[in-house]
């Protein structure tokens, strides 16, 4: 079945960087368009990220030219690198394709604080 497991995930001070890893399973990896998605604390989830099978990619505003994402077809696995994290990062980040499917994966929690 599908799966997505999601790592890297730490408490980071303000202007710090963190590179989250997923390894996803159960599905023909390098045919989809992979997102890295975030929900905050009473926020929605959100597409932070999202890289097609040609690598191209795409962020959302609040992330550009701090976020960057990548990914290794042979390891079936997605990357996003952070850097300049702010506390509005602050977030459970959750891999899945694009559009999301309905399986979610457990997150790993990225908390920016002093």
């Known amino acids: 079945q599908v799966q997505f497991v999601e790592s890297g995930g730490a408490l980071v001070q303000p202007g710090g960087s963190l590179r989250l890893s997923c390894a996803a399973s159960?599905?023909?990896?390098?045919?989809?368009?992979m997102g890295w998605y975030r929900q905050g604390p009473g926020k929605q989830r959100e597409l932070v990220a999202h890289i097609t099978p040609n690598s191209n990619t795409g962020v959302t505003d609040s992330v550009k030219g701090r976020f960057a994402i990548s990914r290794d077809d042979a390891q079936n696995m997605v990357y996003l690198q952070m850097n300049s994290l702010n506390s509005e990062d602050t977030a459970i980040y959750y891999c899945n394709v694009y559009p999301s499917w309905a399986t979610w994966g457990q997150g790993t929690q990225v908390t920016v604080s002093s």
């Open positions: 159960g599905i023909l990896f390098s045919r989809y368009v």
